[in-house]
């Protein structure tokens, strides 16, 4: 039995809690990872390309991200998960190099439930979580950078995901209900992996479009204090499509590592920049399986009844 759970698991691992697959039963995932984000242009109210600028400079951004996510089965069909992070970020000019605007501290953490309701072809999960910036965007210097929007807010997801020989395909439509003057957001991420025996490569999208937009008053530049100008925070009601590559290996059945890039194609009150990210992915397995012999019960109360004599 347990010599079946692990060929099950050692399958399965470049999989694992993506998008509608869930861990099994008491596996805690943990991943690690590093990303950057580098941009020096905005998307404008009217998805034209614009040159970020700071104070009247030229400038560029530059983000650093260490992440932790953590999701452990509850069991078959439940999971919970909680991501968190730290964060540093600069602004620096186009021409000198020399730093406009900085920031650094814990970005927004999520804590949320995930739950499958068929493990059939296609496998669906629905996903409820919240939001919470653990950070103040209340600038008290004027060289202080936001670290991120510092809205708390609520998200709804529903994945959906299929296996065909060695192709998957997975999506995962949602909402998230943003609070303090942000607009609402539909979500639409979609995948489409191969998967071989020790790696996989998978090409994915991520899209999410504001609702119940408002005319902006400064529809090229981000006004807000703190933003340095750039899209990438404190923008109340950003649409945005990217579009990424990312390819997994597995080192052994508890590890894996994985590389990612993405680029952003098309977007409106957002930033135009690209992503590229490391990580390293750890299984740990606490499911003990009851290898106790089972006993059939007996009531106390039953009475066997005694052998008729046969007539000779």
């Known amino acids: 039995m347990k010599t079946f759970r692990l060929v099950i698991l050692f399958f399965s691992f470049p ?10 039963q008491e596996n ?4 690690t990872g590093w990303e950057i984000f580098k941009t020096h242009e905005n998307f404008d ?26 999701e452990y089965g509850l069991s078959e069909q439940w999971a919970t998960y909680m991501r968190t ?19 650094s501290g814990l970005f927004d953490t ?7 309701t068929a493990s059939a072809k296609p496998v669906i999960a629905l996903e409820g979580g919240i939001i919470i910036p653990p950070y103040s965007v209340e600038q008290d210097l004027p060289e202080k950078l936001a670290i991120g929007d510092g809205v708390a807010g609520a998200l709804l997801r529903l994945h959906a ?4 020989k060695r192709f998957v395909f997975s999506v995962s439509p949602g909402l998230v209900f943003r609070f ?7 979500l639409i ?24 937009k408002e005319t902006t008053q400064n529809p090229f530049l981000n006004s807000e204090v703190g933003s340095g100008g750039s899209f990438s925070r404190l923008s109340t009601q950003p649409d945005l499509l990217s579009l990424g590559l990312r390819i997994g290996a597995r080192l052994s059945p508890k590890f894996r590592t994985e590389a990612f890039f993405s680029q952003t194609l098309w977007g409106s009150e957002a930033a135009n920049g690209f992503s590229f990210g490391l990580s390293l992915v750890t299984l740990l397995d606490f499911f003990v399986p009851d290898t106790r012999e089972k006993i059939k019960e007996v009531p106390f109360n039953s009475e066997q009844e005694p052998e008729k004599d046969s007539d000779l």
């Open 110 to 116: 999520s804590f949320g439930f995930k739950w499958r």
């Open 45 to 70: 109210a009217f998805n034209e390309r614009r040159d970020l600028i700071t104070g009247s400079v030229p400038s560029s951004l530059v983000q650093n991200k260490f992440t932790l996510d953590l």
């Open 28 to 31: 805690l995932i943990i991943k």
């Open 85 to 103: 992070g730290l964060l540093s970020a600069v602004i620096s000019q186009n021409s000198s190099g020399s730093g406009l605007l900085s920031t």
């Open 15 to 24: 999989l694992f809690a993506d998008y509608a697959w869930l861990p099994s």
């Open 189 to 212: 991420e979609a995948a489409c992996s191969v998967v071989f025996k020790d790696f996989f490569v998978r090409l994915f999208q991520s899209t999410q479009l504001s609702l119940n």
């Open 180 to 186: 303090g003057g942000f607009a609402n957001q539909a």
């Open 161 to 164: 995901g299929t296996k065909v």
